[in-house]
């Protein structure tokens, strides 16, 4: 296997739930991660994101800011407010741009930002490099539940 090959192995088994009001915005954030070998889920509003989050733990969310029922604010803070989901990386992506509004993302929890229009390079970089840091967070989550487990045996 060479080293690309397993560099981006983990980018084979991840989710990423994109979460937009407008269709077309969903269509092409998914078609723009096309190039990533990973699944992407659909959802439409805030609500249904939480329900999917809850059901199919996605490994990243890319999540707009401005929708109908529940802001992508509000969809962020209670990711990050809940310990089940609290380590899920969001990405907010909207076409805010104040000052404030990156300050009130921040304040909600997220992990990074994308400003509309999307740019295709900038989006596939930002995804990869979010979804590599959670299988390297996974995967030390992983050793130190392991090596709690042989201390306990060895006690």
């Not at 070998?37 to 249904?48: F, K, L, Q, V, Y």
């Not at 509000?74 to 407010?81: D, H, S, T």
Request: aromatic share 4%; charged share 30%; with cysteine.
């Amino acid at each position: 296997m060479t080293k690309k090959k397993q560099k981006e192995q983990h980018l084979e088994s991840s989710k990423i739930l994109i979460v937009d009001d407008n269709q077309q915005n969903l269509e092409l954030l998914q078609a723009y991660l096309d190039d990533i070998d990973c699944e992407t889920i659909p959802a439409s509003n805030g609500i249904e994101a939480l329900k999917i989050i809850n059901k199919d733990k996605p490994d990243l969310v890319l999540l707009d800011v401005m929708m109908p029922k529940m802001s992508g604010f509000e969809v962020c803070r209670k990711i990050k407010n809940n310990a089940a989901t609290a380590d899920l990386p969001v990405i907010m992506v909207t076409a805010l741009n104040e000052l404030g509004d990156i300050e009130r993302a921040v304040d909600s929890g997220t992990d990074d930002f994308l400003s509309k229009p999307i740019n295709k390079w900038e989006l596939v970089t930002r995804v990869k490099t979010m979804l590599k840091l959670k299988h390297l967070s996974d995967k030390l989550e992983r050793t130190l539940a392991y090596l709690d487990e042989v201390e306990k045996q060895s006690e």
